[in-house]
């Protein structure tokens, strides 16, 4: 069956370090994958889109791989600030082309501890 | 620009008992989505419409949830009856086409107790 994992629950890291979250799938080949970023009592926000022909995306202190032969996409925050604190969303979707409907992993909640 | 709009906040109903929520989507916005978050997971599409025609209802158990979207902008989704494992967010999100390549907008969500 269709999976989607990311990679733990809770990561908690250093002020000033880099982040990075994991998006494992299974079963299947998304085009291209968005994320998300949800603070408590919000609903998500998104951040960024990579296409399977997009290696690696960048948005100011963001990054972004996709390797669709590891089915992996890997989510990076350097510099991290408290202000980064918050629940990530992988979100590859599933269905055929024009069809595509976005599926989300259950989160890593990223704590940033100054 | 104005975001999604859902209302209410918070509801809080016994088992059996019906609910309704209400979403007004971005103004343009093609698709609309009702997704279900229950606590620790990441959000589940229940429904999602093309202006006021229903795209993909798979996921919505049918036998007690609705949705409707008059006039291809506000939509409201009900639950009747209610049961205890309904409890959880219910979050409306819109985009300007129905293609999971277009980023969604959320709104903040209703937070369902059942008890």
């Known amino acids: 069956s269709q999976k989607i994992e990311q990679n733990s629950e809770a990561l908690n890291i250093q002020e000033g370090k880099t982040a990075t979250l994991t998006c494992n799938y299974t079963?299947?080949?998304?085009?291209?994958l968005q994320w998300y970023r949800q603070d408590p009592g919000r609903g998500p926000v998104f951040l960024l889109l990579i296409r399977e022909n997009e290696k690696e995306k960048r948005k100011e202190r963001l990054k972004v791989t996709f390797d669709t032969t590891l089915k992996q996409s890997l989510f990076h925050i350097t510099a991290s600030q408290p202000a980064d604190s918050a629940t990530y969303l992988c979100a590859p979707p599933r269905g055929g082309f024009g069809n595509e409907k976005l599926t989300f992993g259950t989160g890593t909640r990223l704590t940033i501890i100054p | 620009e104005a975001g999604v709009a859902q209302s209410p906040r918070y509801k809080i109903i016994e088992k059996r008992q019906s609910v309704a929520f209400w979403c007004n989507p971005i103004?343009?916005?093609?698709?609309l989505y009702w997704y279900q978050q229950i606590l620790g997971q990441g959000p589940k599409l229940l429904i999602q419409f093309q202006n006021n025609g229903v795209v993909d209802d798979s996921q919505l158990p049918k036998d007690r949830f609705s949705a409707e979207r008059l006039k291809g902008v506000d939509s409201t989704l009900k639950i009747q009856p209610a049961k205890l494992e309904d409890s959880a967010v219910y979050l409306c999100?819109?985009?300007?086409?129905?293609?999971?390549?277009?980023?969604?907008?959320f709104g903040p969500g209703t937070r369902l107790t059942v008890t």
């Open positions: 079963n299947y080949s998304p085009a291209y």
């Open positions: 999100a819109s985009s300007l086409e129905e293609s999971g390549r277009y980023e969604q907008y």
């Open positions: 103004s343009g916005h093609a698709t």
